[in-house]
Structures are given as C-alpha cells and as structure tokens.
C-alpha cells in the first residue's frame, strides 16, 4: 500500500521549488516538477495534502484498503498570482486523484487549468478601464466619465476575481466529491 504523488513538468511558477507532502498531517518527503513521490502507508482513513511556505492544497481524506494504492497528481493551482498568495493561499497548489499511476507528462487537463486566461482577459479589461478613467481624470479630457469609467473598471475586475474564485471552488469541490463518492 502506498500514497503516489506526481508532480506535473512545465510551468515557470515554483519551477525550482519542492513541494512538502503531507500524509496525515505529517511531512512524509517533497516533490518538484516532474517528479514522483511514494509513501508507505498503513491501511485505513488518511488525508493527503501539499504546502510550500503559505500556500496549500485541498486536503483529500480517502480510505486505503489491503493491497490499494493512492495515486494523486499535483501542479501549481490557477490562481492569479496576487489571488493565490492572499486569500487563495489554501489553492495555490491543484492536488487532484488519479485512476492509477501518473506520469509527470501526463497530468489531467483539468490542473492545467484555462481559467488563468479568462480570469487574465477580463482583469486587465477591467484594469484597462480603471486606467483608462484615472488617464482621463488627470487629464481633464472626460471630466463626467472619468468616475464611471474607473468605477466601472474596479467593479469589472472585481466581479472576474469573484467569479474565478467561486468557479474555482466549484471544480475543487466537485474533484473532491468524485474521488469520495
């Protein structure tokens, strides 16, 4: 019986930093990109979950019977970087179970996640007009427009930044519910 994490290849961030393991609250080794780590572990409920400095995983609690293996696979979460080491700091790292063995290459799509682009296209459009508005207020060209246009702007890219978030919870919850159910 062992608890399998991979590590996903690719990406700049924490390209050069380990991730610590965590089996039952206790570090059991660290894992860097492209990486393996397996652990020994007993038959009976565990929880598994990666930290580096203040970031963190969702912890995944699952029951290993006689002979059965946990196969996890992990990358860098999809978080802007601004969101993840604030108030996403708990899913800075995407941990998510796998069917068997992963290799590195081969991590599930859904933690190589595209919401960084949604999540980018409409926080710089909303970053765009919040600029746009204090370009025209110091400028006096649109002196009515100017407030709306900057309000606009920091709601715009507010509103991304909670939507992101809950979607991103969303998909965390659902990964969770799969592997427990």
Not at 14 to 37: N, S
Not at 91 to 96: H, P
Request: proline residues 4%; aromatic residues 8%.
């Amino acid at each position: 019986m062992a608890i399998v994490v991979t590590r996903a290849r690719g990406g700049a961030r924490d390209q050069l930093r380990k991730y610590r393991v965590l089996v039952d609250g206790i570090e059991v080794g660290r894992v860097g990109q492209g990486e393996t780590l397996s652990h020994e572990a007993t038959e009976g409920e565990h929880t598994v979950q990666l930290k580096i400095d203040w970031g963190a995983s969702a912890a995944y609690r699952f029951t290993l019977s006689s002979d059965e293996s946990a196969y996890f696979a992990c990358a860098p979460g999809g978080n802007a970087p601004l969101y993840a080491v604030t108030a996403g700091r708990d899913e800075y790292i995407e941990l998510a179970p796998a069917a068997g063995p992963v290799e590195p290459w081969d991590v599930p799509g859904q933690l190589r996640s595209q919401r960084p682009v949604g999540l980018a296209v409409t926080f710089f459009g909303g970053g765009a007009l919040l600029i746009g508005g204090v370009i025209w207020h110091l400028t006096g060209l649109a002196k009515k427009a100017d407030a709306v246009v900057t309000i606009t702007g920091f709601f715009l890219t507010l509103a991304a930044m909670i939507v992101f978030r809950l979607a991103e919870r969303h998909a965390n919850r659902n990964r969770q519910d799969n592997y427990n159910g």
